[in-house]
C-alpha cells in the first residue's frame, strides 16, 4: 500500500507541473459552419461552450480561429490532468480508508 501512495503521490506531482504549463485555455468546440451548408458556401466559425450551465455560441472572427483552436486545446488537456488527479485522490483515498 506505501508503494501506492508513493506512486499516486509522484504521479500527482507531474499533473500539477503539467498544469503550471499549461497556457491560455477557453472551453468549447470551435466548428466551421456554412450559411448554405448543401452546396459549402458562405463559411464561418463559431464557437460552442457551456459555462455555468448555460450554453453559449459565438461567431468566430478569422483572424482569431488558430488562437482559439490553440485554447480549446489548452482547456481539453486542463479537463483530463483533472480528471486524472481526481481518480487518483479517489484511489488514495480508498487506500487510507482500508488502513484505519
Known amino acids: 500500500m506505501e508503494k501506492e501512495l508513493d506512486r499516486?503521490?509522484?504521479?500527482?506531482?507531474?499533473?500539477?507541473?503539467?498544469?503550471?504549463?499549461?497556457?491560455?485555455?477557453?472551453?468549447?468546440?470551435?466548428?466551421?459552419?456554412?450559411?448554405?451548408?448543401?452546396?459549402q458556401v458562405g463559411s464561418y466559425y463559431q464557437i460552442s461552450y457551456t459555462h455555468q450551465m448555460k450554453s453559449h455560441t459565438e461567431y468566430v472572427r478569422p483572424g482569431s480561429v488558430r488562437r482559439l483552436r490553440r485554447e480549446t486545446t489548452e482547456f481539453k488537456k486542463f479537463k483530463k490532468l483533472i480528471q486524472e488527479w481526481?481518480?487518483?485522490?479517489?484511489?488514495?483515498?480508498?487506500?487510507?480508508?482500508?488502513?484505519e
Open 8 to 39: 499516486i503521490g509522484k504521479r500527482r506531482e507531474k499533473i500539477r507541473e503539467a498544469l503550471l504549463r499549461l497556457g491560455p485555455m477557453r472551453p468549447g468546440s470551435l466548428t466551421r459552419q456554412y450559411k448554405d451548408p448543401q452546396n
Open 86 to 99: 481526481i481518480d487518483l485522490e479517489i484511489q488514495r483515498s480508498k487506500i487510507l480508508s482500508k488502513q
